[in-house]
T-cell receptor, first 113, second 113 residues
């Protein structure tokens, strides 16, 4: 049973526009959410996180929104740049524990120049 | 900056061979993890360790074992490699601090023929 779902395997966006990556979860016990970015032939790198006590967290061009009632979070990248082209993984955990981190299957973002 | 180093980027092994994947981290992190990444399946946890000589099964431990004799080193062992273990293997570490993110190595692409 997939607890963290990224329903779009891929997304293509023009440079300068907004990229919106979506993630849904089913486990209401999840209270900490993270986004990782992965380039080919490299390991995932931590991008941004949000605790369930917040509904928004911003870091430069990256903003994560959390809608607890809908069990949905999204990552907004604005403006999108070609260097943002990568696979983005959504992950969730209970009580912030990294040993219980559950990953989605990833969304491949392509930003076209 | 945290550095997680995986000893091999690419490995080709034959069915039935015993395979060792090595991982070293330099940030004195308590927790270490082994994941595998497969297309369409995302990241799946094989084993993790929260202390020297301690290990816990993840979601897909069958066919694997691990060893953690020193805090900085976490080894993944395939006792008898099979073709369905062909995959990208990712090592990660994290501290015990609440909500600490995972830091990943660059991965080992293992092919079992």
């Amino acid at each position: 049973d997939q607890q963290v779902k990224q329903n779009s395997p891929s997304l293509s966006v023009q440079e300068g526009r907004i990229s919106i990556l979506n993630c849904d979860y089913t486990n209401s016990m999840f209270d900490y959410f993270l986004w990782y970015k992965k380039y080919p032939a490299e390991g995932p790198t931590f991008l941004i996180s949000i605790s369930s006590i917040k509904d928004k967290n911003e870091d430069g061009r990256f903003t994560v929104f959390l809608n607890k009632s809908a069990k949905h979070l999204s990552l907004h990248i604005v403006p999108s740049q070609p260097g943002d082209s990568a696979v983005y993984f959504c992950a969730a955990s209970v009580q912030g524990g990294s040993e219980k981190l559950v990953f989605g299957k990833g969304t491949k973002l392509t930003v076209n120049p | 900056d945290v550095k997680v180093t995986q000893s091999s980027r690419y490995l080709v092994k034959r069915t039935g061979e015993k395979v060792f994947l090595e991982c070293v981290q330099d940030m004195d992190h308590e927790n270490m993890f082994w994941y595998r990444q497969d297309p369409g399946l995302g990241l799946r946890l094989i084993y993790f360790s929260y202390d020297v000589k301690m290990k816990e099964k993840g979601d897909i431990p069958e066919g694997y074992s691990v060893s953690r004799e020193k805090k900085e080193r976490f080894s993944l062992i395939l006792e008898s490699a099979s073709t369905n273990q062909t995959s990208m293997y990712l090592c990660a570490s994290s501290s015990n601090r609440d909500s600490a993110p995972l830091h990943f190595g660059n991965g080992t692409r293992l092919t079992v023929t």
